[in-house]
């Protein structure tokens, strides 16, 4: 799961990630996530490792000279904290972590691993595990895992570059912001017409629709894919916990016996709850076709999230309200273990013990008690 | 200095030579992101290139999924010797099964996406030996960092002089499904997202910049950088701008200034990042930098470390914060709000609702967001 922030990251671990992938303040992909300063670095590792989970860097920016110049410092500081991988694509961030630290590397999508000719090229290089290139289909992963021994890491949630990642500079050449050093300015999300006819509606014909591979995880497992990953460090605490717990669950169900067809659906309308485009399977089973596009409807659909319980004591639970909320709605909220509870606002008060007809965004209500209830609970809207 | 040349580009072959162009990229259409050729076609353009002194460099940049790659293995090895004696690949997979399949083939590596470090470019020269012909470096690069690699790298170096730039390719077909069209120009009401030259092929759909990348104005400067090859790609110049561009090196032209080039080529330009390149400067514009939990800050001499942050503001009722650690009673604080003002503050009045969220009385001006730090004393 993507972790943009300290608070995102705990949310996702407490939701059922077993890794998180982080970013420090520098050679990421997402100059604009909070990222994580260096204590919050150390933090992270220990709340991760103290529930026998795992936490990986990003240091996948394609780095220039003087970006590798001060890597040498962060990557002791990593070794030192314990990070469990570095995701690298640059050959030349690949060489400082190599000289100076014994932190296994995984290659990040943005090398566009696409073959196991390339996989057997990269595991001569010292890495680990590839994080697949989204281009390629569960049965070529299945090939490439089988060529190159190599641990296998493939995208299963989340928005995508409609280019090969890494090959794409419209950032760079129309707003000066590097998108491979993290500056992307999402031109691809943009509405374009074509020059010979301005009159007509826009086309968002470079937008691909959001990948979910839900449905497809039996054919991860038969793959032999080692880790699934989710995308999205700049999307919110809702995200992270609906999707975290949603996969999570899935992967049990994988395992059980006894499943049902109603509890698999149950999970895909989850993932209906959060913001996204149009969801596709994009190249898993046969390559992206026209289908894949997002076309003519390039808004996230609309999010459903309320907030989230910030505290909770004998009476009472305290909840960060982020959408309107009305007195008569009712919500949802998810425990860490993905059971739902159902939640009335009927009583909701402001701190003042004041009853509210609606509370509004940034601010914090007070409401009964729902036992079980945990800080960092998600609520989100029935409707 | 010597000329890379796309061979579908009109040329005067017989002159070519003459003017330092040696070699000449073949762009197969099965192989090559923009190539319209067969391999027939190949071998008389070959054939041609050969009897007037150039060389055949085979361009293979089409990036593959697994599938593909081996079955355009299979018939890349079944094209004639004579056209893959030099093969330019930008798929390190591509480059792998060459060294394989095909171990007497000479290679050139197209770095033109990432590799904008020393260290990265290094690796290659030593992987790969004597069976790396050239390096390709990105036109990302300024003209300080080429030179200081070309003086640092054993091994031919290559940068594109003129020819448009490729913004962005993917494997998925998009023009065709919108619009029913295999080419065309495409712009979005954003900014600076006009009149991009949009291509779709068999293998994929290309994006290119507005402008060509064209360096002919900075022609002594490119000879200093010490790189060995110069790349032209003259086939989106209307021909009064591709004859120009023949007569410019025939003549070996040294100054030539920029609005002559524009005048001349007839198309639009940019010298790109050849004299600098900042695409990272706006990055701290990106987030708000002031709500950046720093774990200690100092003022006034002192340090303060971060405690908590405002959750809920209640005009003259309360302020409540979410707390990482417990604070003590008779501290001095420091509240940063999201628009940069401070404010030093002590509390007469603690008040828990829970062990994490503590409620103190109204202060003005603080919204939620603000952040809480204690001072270490």
Same mark, same amino acid.
């Given at each position: 799961?993507?972790?943009?922030?300290?608070?995102?990251?705990?949310?996702?671990?407490?939701?059922?990630?077993?890794?998180?992938?982080?970013?420090? !303040?520098?050679?990421?992909?997402?100059?604009?996530?909070?990222?994580?300063?260096?204590?919050?670095?150390?933090?992270?590792?220990?709340?991760?490792?103290?529930?026998?989970?795992?936490?990986?860097?990003?240091?996948?920016?394609?780095?220039?000279?003087?970006?590798?110049?001060? =890597?040498?410092?962060?990557?002791?500081?990593?070794?030192?904290?314990?990070?469990?991988?570095?995701?690298?694509?640059?050959?030349?961030?690949?060489?400082?972590?190599?000289?100076?630290?014994?932190?296994?590397?995984?290659?990040?999508?943005?090398?566009?691993?696409?073959?196991?000719?390339?996989?057997?090229?990269?595991?001569?290089?010292?890495?680990?595990?590839?994080?697949?290139?989204?281009?390629?289909?569960?049965?070529?992963?299945?090939?490439?895992?089988?060529?190159?021994?190599?641990?296998?890491?493939?995208?299963?949630?989340?928005?995508?570059?409609?280019?090969?990642?890494?090959?794409?500079?419209?950032?760079?050449?129309?707003?000066? /912001?590097?998108?491979?050093?993290?500056?992307?300015?999402?031109?691809?999300?943009?509405?374009?017409?074509?020059?010979?006819?301005?009159?007509?509606?826009?086309?968002?014909?470079?937008?691909?629709?959001?990948?979910?591979?839900?449905?497809?995880?039996?054919?991860?497992?038969?793959?032999?894919?080692?880790?699934?990953?989710?995308?999205?460090?700049?999307?919110?605490?809702?995200?992270?916990?609906?999707?975290?717990?949603?996969?999570?669950?899935?992967?049990?169900?994988?395992?059980?016996?006894?499943?049902?067809?109603?509890?698999?659906?149950?999970? +895909?309308?989850?993932?209906?709850? @959060?913001?996204?485009?149009?969801?596709?399977?994009?190249?898993?089973?046969?390559?992206?076709?026209?289908?894949?596009?997002?076309? /003519?409807?390039?808004?996230?659909?609309? /999010?459903?999230?309320?907030?989230?319980?910030?505290?909770?004591?004998?009476?009472?639970?305290?909840?960060? @309200?982020?959408?309107?909320?009305?007195?008569?709605?009712?919500?949802?909220?998810?425990?860490?273990?993905?059971?739902?509870?159902?939640?009335?606002?009927?009583?909701?008060?402001?701190?003042?013990?004041?009853?509210?007809?609606?509370?509004?965004?940034?601010?914090?209500?007070?409401?009964?008690?729902?036992?079980?209830?945990?800080?960092?609970?998600?609520?989100?809207?029935?409707? | 200095?010597?000329?890379?040349?796309?061979?579908?580009?009109?040329?005067?072959?017989?002159?070519?030579?003459?003017?330092?162009?040696?070699?000449?990229?073949?762009?197969?259409?099965?192989?090559?992101?923009?190539?319209? *050729?067969?391999?027939?076609?190949?071998?008389?353009? +070959?054939?041609?290139?050969?009897?007037?002194?150039?060389?055949?460099?085979?361009?293979?940049? $089409?990036?593959?999924?697994?599938?593909?790659?081996?079955?355009?293995?299979?018939?890349?090895?079944?094209?004639?010797?004579? $056209?893959?004696?030099?093969?330019? *690949?930008?798929?390190?997979?591509?480059?792998?099964?060459?060294?394989?399949?095909?171990?007497?083939?000479?290679?050139?590596?197209?770095?033109?996406?990432?590799?904008?470090?020393?260290?990265?470019?290094?690796?290659?020269?030593?992987?790969?030996?004597?069976?790396?012909?050239?390096?390709?470096?990105?036109?990302?690069?300024?003209?300080?960092?080429?030179?200081?690699?070309?003086?640092?790298?054993? *091994?031919?170096?290559?940068?594109?002089?003129?020819?448009?730039?490729? =913004?962005?390719?993917?494997?998925?077909?998009?023009?065709?499904?919108?619009?029913?069209?295999?080419?065309?120009?495409?712009?979005?009401?954003?900014?600076?997202?006009?009149?991009?030259?949009?291509?779709?092929?068999?293998?994929?759909?290309? $994006?290119?910049?507005?402008?060509?990348?064209?360096?002919?104005?900075?022609?002594?400067?490119?000879?200093?950088?010490?790189? !060995?090859?110069?790349?032209?790609?003259?086939?989106?110049?209307?021909?009064?701008?591709?004859?120009?561009?023949?007569?410019?090196?025939?003549?070996?032209? !040294?100054?030539?200034?920029?609005?002559?080039?524009?005048?001349?080529?007839?198309?639009?330009?940019?010298?790109?990042?050849?004299?600098?390149?900042?695409?990272?400067?706006?990055?701290?514009?990106?987030?708000?930098? /002031?709500?950046?939990?720093?774990?200690?800050?100092?003022?006034?001499?002192?340090?303060?470390?971060?405690?908590?942050? @405002?959750?809920?503001?209640?005009?003259?009722?309360?302020?409540?914060?979410?707390?990482?650690?417990?604070?003590?009673?008779?501290?001095?604080? $420091?509240?940063?709000?999201?628009?940069?003002?401070?404010?030093?503050?002590?509390?007469?009045?603690?008040?828990?609702?829970?062990?994490?969220?503590?409620?103190?009385?109204?202060?003005?001006? @603080?919204?939620?967001?603000?952040?809480?730090?204690?001072?270490?004393?």
């Amino acid at each position: 799961m993507p972790g943009g922030n300290l608070h995102k990251f705990k949310i996702a671990l407490n939701y059922g990630a077993d890794a998180v992938y982080i970013a420090g !303040q520098s050679y990421g992909l997402r100059a604009g996530a909070d990222n994580f300063l260096h204590q919050e670095i150390l933090e992270a590792t220990n709340f991760a490792h103290a529930r026998g989970k795992k936490v990986y860097i990003v240091l996948n920016a394609f780095m220039h000279d003087e970006d590798l110049a001060t =890597l040498k410092d962060f990557v002791l500081f990593l070794e030192e904290v314990g990070i469990d991988a570095a995701i690298v694509s640059d050959l030349g961030a690949m060489g400082v972590l190599q000289e100076n630290s014994q932190i296994p590397i995984h290659l990040s999508t943005q090398a566009s691993c696409l073959n196991s000719f390339s996989a057997n090229f990269w595991r001569k290089q010292g890495v680990s595990r590839l994080v697949l290139g989204r281009e390629v289909s569960l049965q070529e992963a299945k090939r490439i895992k089988e060529a190159s021994g190599l641990e296998i890491e493939m995208f299963v949630h989340g928005s995508m570059c409609m280019a090969y990642s890494g090959h794409c500079t419209i950032s760079n050449y129309t707003q000066g /912001r590097d998108s491979n050093r993290g500056g992307c300015a999402h031109s691809c999300r943009f509405g374009y017409s074509w020059d010979e006819d301005q009159t007509q509606t826009p086309l968002y014909l470079m937008s691909s629709k959001d990948l979910k591979g839900l449905e497809l995880l039996h054919e991860y497992q038969q793959a032999g894919v080692d880790s699934i990953k989710v995308e999205g460090r700049m999307k919110g605490p809702f995200y992270a916990a609906l999707v975290s717990s949603v996969y999570s669950r899935a992967l049990k169900l994988l395992g059980a016996k006894d499943t049902s067809a109603q509890e698999w659906d149950d999970l +895909a309308q989850e993932l209906e709850s @959060v913001g996204h485009r149009g969801y596709t399977a994009a190249s898993l089973q046969e390559k992206a076709g026209a289908e894949s596009v997002e076309m /003519r409807n390039p808004e996230e659909k609309e /999010r459903n999230y309320l907030g989230e319980i910030i505290g909770v004591n004998e009476a009472s639970m305290f909840m960060a @309200v982020k959408n309107p909320i009305k007195r008569e709605d009712q919500g949802y909220g998810i425990f860490f273990n993905g059971q739902k509870f159902n939640l009335s606002f009927s009583q909701m008060q402001r701190l003042d013990d004041g009853f509210v007809k609606v509370a509004h965004p940034n601010t914090t209500i007070r409401l009964p008690k729902v036992e079980g209830v945990e800080t960092h609970n998600i609520i989100y809207n029935a409707s | 200095m010597k000329i890379t040349w796309h061979a579908l580009s009109p040329l005067d072959f017989s002159q070519a030579a003459q003017w330092g162009v040696k070699d000449f990229l073949l762009e197969h259409q099965d192989f090559s992101l923009r190539g319209g *050729v067969d391999t027939a076609a190949c071998l008389k353009i +070959a054939e041609k290139i050969k009897s007037n002194g150039g060389r055949i460099v085979f361009l293979w940049d $089409l990036l593959l999924s697994e599938n593909d790659l081996h079955k355009k293995l299979q018939d890349f090895l079944t094209l004639p010797l004579e $056209l893959r004696q030099v093969v330019r *690949v930008k798929d390190w997979g591509v480059l792998e099964a060459l060294l394989q399949k095909a171990p007497d083939s000479k290679i050139q590596l197209d770095l033109s996406s990432a590799h904008h470090n020393l260290q990265a470019i290094q690796r290659w020269p030593s992987y790969l030996k004597n069976k790396l012909d050239r390096l390709v470096l990105s036109s990302e690069l300024p003209q300080e960092k080429i030179k200081n690699y070309a003086a640092a790298l054993p *091994v031919d170096l290559e940068v594109l002089a003129l020819g448009r730039l490729l =913004l962005f390719y993917t494997p998925r077909h998009l023009l065709s499904p919108a619009i029913d069209r295999r080419q065309a120009f495409i712009s979005s009401e954003e900014g600076a997202h006009h009149h991009f030259p949009c291509e779709e092929y068999p293998h994929g759909t290309l $994006l290119f910049h507005l402008k060509q990348l064209c360096l002919l104005s900075e022609w002594p400067m490119l000879k200093n950088t010490g790189v !060995q090859y110069l790349r032209f790609d003259t086939r989106d110049l209307p021909p009064g701008g591709g004859a120009f561009v023949e007569s410019f090196l025939k003549n070996q032209e !040294q100054e030539i200034s920029w609005n002559t080039l524009k005048e001349k080529l007839q198309v639009e330009i940019t010298q790109g990042y050849f004299h600098k390149n900042k695409t990272d400067v706006l990055f701290k514009k990106l987030k708000n930098w /002031r709500l950046l939990k720093q774990e200690k800050i100092t003022r006034d001499g002192k340090t303060w470390r971060y405690c908590g942050e @405002v959750v809920d503001s209640l005009r003259e009722h309360s302020l409540t914060f979410f707390l990482q650690e417990e604070i003590p009673n008779q501290g001095h604080y $420091l509240l940063l709000n999201a628009a940069g003002k401070e404010k030093k503050i002590t509390f007469k009045k603690l008040t828990y609702l829970t062990s994490e969220l503590l409620q103190v009385k109204w202060i003005s001006g @603080v919204g939620e967001k603000a952040l809480l730090y204690v001072c270490e004393e």
